[in-house]
Each structure stands twice: as structure tokens, then as C-alpha cells.
Nanobody, 123 residues
Framework: QVQLVESGGGLVQAGGSLRLSCAAS????????MGWFRQAPGKEREFVAA??????YYADSVKGRFTISRDNAKNTVFLQMNSLKPEDTAVYYC??????????????????WGQGTQVTVSS
């Protein structure tokens, strides 16, 4: 399993942008599908975005606003979040699953989780 550490969360006004980063340990990062989930207070953890071999996946609620990318040379995955809304407020978690599969969109199929980073969007 990989160890994941997120950074980049914070407080931003509605309409603003943030970029989250997730650094992974290990030497086989390129073999993992990487993703982001979020969890708001009182709600279940939900899928946000994922990046497999050369394919990306997005939740409908973030399409056109969020972009996931990865740098395999630096074992890092990013989530660029633009046009943020108050409803985007949540703890954002980095996720990893070995192999290239859309199964990572299901929280129960995630192999490794980061500790989470808080994103707060004020109105």
C-alpha cells in the first residue's frame, strides 16, 4: 500500500480557486489509479475525481470546474479546483487503488487513504 499525504486546503471565497496536492510514497506510483473524495459534515464520503492510466473521471457536481492531474516522476496527484462554491466545503481525501480501474469511484474499493485536508468556501 502507498502512504498518502495531502496539502493545499484552506479558506477561500466563493468563485475562488484552490489546488490540492497529494504526495505518495513508494516506487510503483505509476501503477495506481489516484483519486479524490470529499466528506462534508453529516454526509457520506463522495467521489470527486480520479486519474487512471490515461483516463480521468469526474463527479457530475465538479465537471468543468475541477481538474485532476498527476506527475508520476514526483509521485504526486493534484486537484485544481476553480469556481468554488460553498457546497464544495468538505474534508478532501486523496485515494489510491492499484491498477487502472474505475472501481476507485466507490469508496469501499479504495486501497489507501490520506489523512484529509479541509477546504472551506465562504459565500
Amino acid at each position: 500500500q502507498v502512504q498518502l499525504v495531502e496539502s493545499g486546503g484552506g479558506l477561500v471565497q466563493a468563485g475562488g480557486s484552490l489546488r490540492l496536492s497529494c504526495a505518495a510514497s513508494g516506487r510503483t506510483f505509476s501503477s495506481y489509479t489516484m483519486g479524490w473524495f470529499r466528506q462534508a459534515p453529516g454526509k457520506e464520503r463522495e467521489f470527486v475525481a480520479a486519474f487512471g492510466w490515461s483516463r480521468t473521471y469526474y463527479a457530475d457536481s465538479v465537471k468543468g470546474r475541477f481538474t485532476i492531474s498527476r506527475d508520476n516522476a514526483k509521485n504526486t496527484v493534484f486537484l485544481q479546483m476553480n469556481s468554488l462554491k460553498p457546497e464544495d466545503t468538505a474534508v478532501y481525501y486523496c485515494a489510491a487503488r492499484l491498477g487502472f480501474t474505475a472501481a476507485i469511484k466507490v469508496a469501499g474499493e479504495v486501497g489507501s487513504w490520506g489523512q484529509g485536508t479541509q477546504v472551506t468556501v465562504s459565500s
